[in-house]
């Protein structure tokens, strides 16, 4: 979920604050890798969202408890966007 008054949009745009590009930045922070994150939607500039769906496709240590990824994910996101599940 995120509280959208502060992003541009979902899209990752070039010079402006966008939900894509701070989730890419946290879990290229904690995977150690490049991610693309795809939405199920994407959101304009100022609207939130509470249950946004999206996926990303990733290589996992086979040790990486992927039940830790929300919280961990969290730590490393700002304020207004929330991981629920992974």
């Known amino acids: 979920s995120f509280r959208g008054t502060e992003f541009h949009g979902w899209s990752r745009q070039p010079g402006f604050r966008t939900v894509q590009e ?11 890798q490049r991610v693309r994150i795809v939405p199920a939607g994407r959101t304009d500039a100022g609207v939130s969202a509470l249950a946004q769906v999206c996926q990303l496709d990733a290589v996992l240590d086979s040790k990486a ?22």
């Open 22 to 32: 701070s989730l890419e930045d946290a879990a290229r922070s904690l995977l150690g």
């Open 65 to 86: 408890p992927i039940q830790a990824m929300a919280s961990a994910l969290n730590q490393l996101l700002p304020w207004d966007i929330f991981v629920k599940h992974v």
